[in-house]
């Protein structure tokens, strides 16, 4: 089975602070995506990656970073958090060579509070 | 702008009748539907999917119906039953790219 995981489930910081999100996958997926999930909007996408070191915008990317060193890591970051940034995030992956169904396969979900 | 959308926040149902979840999109561009489903404090996870060149997939209690002229698609569970009590996301996506555009979901509740 696909594994991803989330680093945290739960997650309160401060206004201002930086915040690192992890995920991980173990299925050497070649694709790595970031939403938040917020009610009424669904899940957004944030960023993506088709490839180590490579990354790209979604439709909400402002406030947000990423990072991918690794293959099988995909990190956002918080630079500075905002209220507004209070949110479920959810990581996935997918297989380029997944046929046209090429599914993503999702982690758990961070719920994140900005105080 | 959202280019799916999922008009019904929620629906609910009599177990073992028939529930029905649409979804509009308006990206002509978008060749390949996909359904998932959501618990809560779960990731959602892959139900059924359907290719534009399909007007119909069927997976057990599980049918998918696309009509491409209306872009409109719609997913039919039958019979429902309490366990698909749900968040329910519309997805979608063109074939040569790995992104998906998610509708805002629909919560379903089947009552016993």
């Known amino acids: 089975d696909v594994k991803v995981t989330q680093s945290s489930r739960y997650l309160v910081k401060r206004t201002g602070e930086k915040v690192f999100l992890e995920c991980v996958q173990d299925m050497d997926h070649e694709n790595m995506f970031w939403y938040r999930q917020d009610p009424g909007l669904g899940l957004r996408l944030i960023y993506f990656?088709?490839?180590?070191?490579?990354?790209e915008k979604g439709d909400i990317p402002e406030g947000y970073s990423v990072s991918r060193e690794k293959k099988e890591r995909f990190s956002l970051i918080l630079e500075s958090a905002s209220t507004n940034q209070t949110s479920m995030y959810l990581c996935?992956?997918?297989?380029?060579?997944?046929?046209?169904?090429?599914?993503?396969?999702f982690g758990p979900g961070t719920r994140l509070t900005v105080l | 702008d959202q280019q799916v959308k999922q008009n019904s926040p929620s629906l609910s149902v009599q177990e073992g009748r028939i529930s029905i979840l649409n979804c509009d999109y308006t990206?002509?561009?978008?060749?390949?539907f996909l359904w998932y489903k959501k618990y809560p404090a779960e990731g959602p996870t892959f139900l059924i999917s359907?290719?534009?060149?399909?007007d119909k997939n069927e997976d057990g209690r599980f049918t998918v119906f696309l009509n491409k002229s209306a872009k409109h698609l719609s997913l039919h569970i039958v019979p429902s039953q309490p366990g698909d009590s749900a968040v329910y996301f519309c997805a979608a996506r063109m074939y040569n790219n790995n992104d998906m555009r998610f509708g805002a979901g629909t919560r379903l509740t089947v009552k016993p």
């Open positions: 359907i290719s534009s060149i399909k």
């Open positions: 990656s088709y490839d180590v070191k490579m990354k």
């Open positions: 990206n002509s561009m978008f060749d390949y």
């Open positions: 996935a992956s997918s297989n380029t060579a997944g046929g046209p169904r090429n599914e993503q396969f």
